[in-house]
């Protein structure tokens, strides 16, 4: 079964950082696939934030860009986004897909429960 479960969403104040993760099962980040992060904030239109490719290339949206970085380790099998600068936009339910092309935003092929990152002023 695949699967991806996310961790680490927290509160901060406004100029923090935090980090996320995201552990998948049921296949290997080895496998050609872009993994990636989505955001939904209840004032906001679903936004995809991030994408790393199967060789490691990221790609951002411009809000974040400069702010944001994506990662993984493929040994663990987990996906990363660190956050710095935080900005009460960013507040949002991160998501952590799994992607079925290269596309931005891409095709999302799984995607997990999300966690929750409140930024406040």
């Known amino acids: 079964e695949v699967r991806v479960v996310e961790s680490g969403g927290v509160s901060v104040q406004a100029g923090g950082s935090l980090r996320i993760s995201c552990t998948a099962s049921?296949?290997?980040?080895?496998?050609?696939?872009?993994m990636g992060w989505y955001r939904q904030s209840p004032a906001a239109s679903c936004e995809f934030v991030s994408t790393?490719?199967?060789?490691?290339?990221?790609t951002y949206e411009d809000s974040v860009q400069g702010r944001f970085t994506i990662s993984k380790d493929n040994a663990k099998n987990t996906l990363y986004l660190q956050l710095d600068s935080l900005q009460t936009e960013d507040t949002a339910m991160y998501y952590c897909?799994?992607?079925?092309?290269?596309?931005?935003?891409?095709?999302?092929?799984?995607r997990g429960q999300g966690t929750q990152v409140t930024v406040s002023s």
């Open positions: 790393i490719s199967s060789d490691g290339t990221p």
């Open positions: 897909v799994k992607a079925v092309n290269s596309l931005w935003p891409p095709t999302v092929a799984q």
């Open positions: 049921g296949f290997t980040f080895d496998d050609a696939s872009d």
